[in-house]
């Protein structure tokens, strides 16, 4: 399994942040050299998984030490990588929340109480066919396009933030030729990890 940074790890300086990340995510065979914007992939990597916790891209840029401004200028600058497709994952994995509630509120309505002289004396169950309708007028945006399958972006569904955070984390920064060779380095990866993990248990033995 693998070990990601804290976002409080990581140094409170707005924008010009100076780098401050474990040794435990670098990897020793491929360094990757220091950005002058502060925006590492490891410190990208927990912008995006903050992200997705927050759906606040201030809250999430505050908490990897660097700025909004700051971040929404990095994703212009990534505009097509994996930390844009991240991104965007972000915020679909919330916005997925979302819809699901309301779907249950439209299906099931909501449950109101009754009260008489301060005591619940029952409740009723109210439906609002307005939500109802909008739903199904935004059925068809909920299917989500399938891509070429030669772009290598395919490789990761749009929902997989998990995935794509550790793949911005690990880089390269632009995405591989082909989708297979993304899908063997992903593999790769999670064959790395688990054999890291599988050492880690059996060492504390």
């Known amino acids: 399994m693998t070990n990601h940074p804290h976002p409080s790890s990581f140094a409170h300086d707005g ?3 100076a780098d401050a990340l474990p040794a435990t995510i670098e990897n020793a065979d491929a360094p990757e050299p220091a950005r002058h914007d502060g925006w590492t ?3 990208q990597a927990a912008f995006l998984r903050e992200l997705a916790a927050t759906h606040n891209v201030s809250a999430a840029a505050r908490a990897v030490g660097m700025g909004r401004q700051s ?6 600058r990534l505009h097509g990588t994996p930390f844009d497709k991240a991104w965007e994952a972000a915020f679909l994995s919330r916005f997925d929340v979302l ?3 309301a779907l249950e509120r439209a299906l ?22 307005r939500l109802t309708l909008a739903l199904l007028a935004m059925r068809k945006s909920f299917v989500r396009p399938p891509r070429a399958r030669r772009d290598p972006a395919t490789a990761f569904a749009s929902d997989e933030l998990a995935a794509l955070a550790d793949r911005v984390e690990r880089g390269p920064v632009d995405w591989l030729e082909e989708e297979q060779q993304e899908l063997d380095a992903r593999y790769d990866a999670a064959a790395c990890d688990s054999s890291g993990a599988g050492e880690g248990a059996g060492g504390s033995r």
Request: net charge negative; glycine share 8%; aromatic share 10%.
């Open 15 to 17: 924008d010009h942040a």
């Open 41 to 43: 992939p490891a410190r």
């Open 71 to 76: 971040a929404y200028k990095l994703r212009a």
């Open 99 to 101: 819809a699901e509630a």
């Open 108 to 129: 099931n309505g909501v449950e109101v109480p009754h009260f008489y002289n301060g005591e619940l004396v029952g409740t009723s169950r109210r439906y609002d066919e």
